[in-house]
């Protein structure tokens, strides 16, 4: 124990903190560094329509593959992006790429209604933010009306000036909200007719458990109602089984995305996905 080790010496971390530590650091600075090496690429996937099989939305997801060779999941090091303050520059690279991407899969004939890039909470608390997204669209020659952006729950649970005109900003644009993740954040859902939400994105571990009893089931069909009730189209992600879509069709859920459609792909691969669909 430190008390053991003698006055003034201060043991107060054991080897497997100081590990988390400096594999914190690591990954901090290696993550400062990625976008100037080039490291970050986006794959897409998308989400259709159970009304007429539409291609709705394409979802970029961020991917990391350093120099070194080693590939970094966004569960682990979006967290320390926001921490670090560096997810601003890579939320900005993440805008650009998606929509220079869409404009052109849309150049190249590809049908899909909008892109949509997720956006952390740290992002949107950003005062430039709301203008960025137009510039960004502007500069990429994607129309706004086509850009959707996936916000958390906790993202939207601050009411503050900034975010109110960056909400103004957007419903002006035709910039489409969606409330990602829904039904993991908090229970408070004032914000959700306070803010122009279009989209309900039901979290996957719901979505994976609807086979597991009626009333889990009746999880997704309250969400699906919640929805309804306030005008909102509602996803389910991680769809992975016919089961599961067969249950959520049932249910009017408007829209899925997973595994059962495709996984995440490269944007080459993706544009032979919509051909193929389309044909
Ligand atoms: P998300 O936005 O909820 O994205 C859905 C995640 O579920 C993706 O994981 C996707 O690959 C995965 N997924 C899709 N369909 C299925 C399925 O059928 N089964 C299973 N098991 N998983 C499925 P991914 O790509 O690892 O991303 C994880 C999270 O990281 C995202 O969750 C999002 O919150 C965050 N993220 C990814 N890219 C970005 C980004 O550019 N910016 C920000 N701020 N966050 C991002
Ligand atoms: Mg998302
Ligand atoms: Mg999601
Ligand atoms: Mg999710």
Redesign the pocket.
Known sequence: AAKDAGRNTFQFYNDSFYEKVQRRVTLEQELRQALARHELSL?Y?PTLSLRDGRVAGI????RWRTTAGDSR???EF?PIAEECGE?LAI?RW?LGEACRQAREWHEQGLVFDRIA????AV?LRDSQFATDVLEICARNRWPTDRLEL?LTESALMRDTDVLRRAFDLFSANGICLAV??FGTGFSNLAYLHRFPVRHL?ID?SFVQQMGEGARLRGLTQAVVSLGHALGMEVVA????TEAILAMLREQGCDQA????FT??LEPAALGTWLRAQAG
């Open positions: 794959v996937q979802e970029a997801l961020l999941s966004p569960a979006i997810i939320g993440v890039v997720n956006v952390s992002q996936e990602d993740d994105k996957r992600e991680g769809v992975e995305q997973g595994y059962l996984r995440p």
